[in-house]
């Protein structure tokens, strides 16, 4: 999987997770929240090493159950 990671705004954007579309993920009350947003037009592009510690592995979780479920992850959000 070849996934994509941008920021914005303090953001992160994630794309080309298997079949989900772009996901936002926000800090809201001091928790991870995601969406699905657009990708803004102005972003920077980010490594996994340029994100907060406790959102990275959030994220690498979030990528490994993405993939190994396919298309039904859609069907799950935060």
Known sequence: MSI??????GDIYLT???????????LHDERWRS???PLPAQVDRVTPEQIPD????????FVARAEAMGPAATLFGN
């Open 16 to 26: 080309r997770v298997g079949t989900l579309p772009c996901l936002r993920w926000y």
């Open 54 to 61: 406790d959102l990275r592995e959030e994220l690498l979780a």
């Open 4 to 9: 994509r990671i941008y920021r914005c705004d």
């Open 35 to 37: 969406q699905v947003a």
